[in-house]
């Protein structure tokens, strides 16, 4: 990555490892080959208001994989576990949006989210789960 800075609007990849929605059971987003992008990457939780249900809650973690088999869960760039504070009905904004810091430098190649929801039988929660990573390859730089 040689040849000039990110630009930070243009130049970021922006991945949805769980695209926003409204969604009433647990979701395993597909995984993403993480092999093209350096650094630390940002991962976003996006929740809306958690609608109807009997207490629902929703519990967010970061996998990871070395060979897009056999996940885990992956680690902050501070080695805790990346999962997200647990989302309610009763949260504030500042919970039902958050954002952890993991290092793409490592072994493990492979990245998804899954998200654990409970007790939504009779309605739904909104949210999304984000990645934002900076490419190996600029467009415009030199290798």
Known sequence: MLGRHPDLKNDLDRIALIAFGNYTSTQ???????????????????????????????DVEIQDSADNSTFATAQDI?????DFTQVDGSN???????????????ERRYV???????????????????LIVVPKDLPGSKS
């Not at 504030?92 to 490592?106: I, K």
């Open 28 to 58: 395993t987003g597909t995984a993403v080959d993480m092999s093209g992008r350096v650094g630390v990457g940002i991962v976003k939780l996006k929740a809306g208001d958690i609608i109807n249900g009997t207490s629902p809650t929703l």
């Open 78 to 82: 501070d080695g805790n576990d990346l």
């Open 92 to 106: 504030t904004a500042a919970v039902r949006d958050q954002e952890l810091f993991m290092s793409l430098d490592g």
């Open 112 to 130: 998804r989210a899954l998200a654990t929801i409970a007790n939504a039988q009779s309605g739904t929660v909104v949210f999304g789960v984000e």
